[in-house]
């Protein structure tokens, strides 16, 4: 399954962008897809993830209540809604995909196998 990440772009701080994830086939009740990003000169990070089957949702803590994820399950979609950008939202989001993970290892990025290309997102002051 191919993976591609959109919707990236300029924002002001405290505006919104909304990035997108498709997969070119279809995501099983298994999966779990997650959006991580990297800013330069750091390791990439979880943001958040969402499980396929049941809709349940995870953040960091930087996010919550800020960023929303979800999935459109017909079309194969996540999606994930940025609202109240920082500064340091400023860098490459990725959206990926897990087998199986289990909940303690859902903000692992070793647990995701599959990765789409990535959208940049950079937030000015």
């Known amino acids: 399954v191919q993976l591609q990440a959109f919707g990236g772009g300029l924002a002001q701080a405290g505006g919104s962008l909304r990035l997108s994830c498709a997969a070119s086939?279809?995501?099983?009740?298994?999966?779990?897809m997650g959006w991580f990003r990297q800013s330069p000169g750091k390791e990439r990070e979880f943001v958040a993830a969402?499980?396929?089957?049941?809709?349940?949702?995870y953040y960091a803590d930087s996010v919550k209540g800020r960023f929303t994820i979800s999935r459109d399950n017909a079309k194969n979609t996540m999606y994930l809604q940025m609202n109240s950008l920082k500064p340091e939202d400023t860098a490459v989001y990725y959206c990926?995909?897990?087998?199986?993970?289990?909940?303690?290892?859902?903000?692992?990025?070793?647990?995701?196998?599959?990765w789409g290309q990535g959208t940049q997102v950079t937030v000015s002051s």
């Open positions: 969402i499980r396929w089957n049941s809709g349940h949702t």
């Open positions: 990926a995909t897990a087998y199986g993970v289990i909940l303690s290892q859902i903000r692992i990025l070793q647990e995701y196998e599959n």
């Open positions: 086939a279809r995501i099983f009740s298994s999966f779990t």
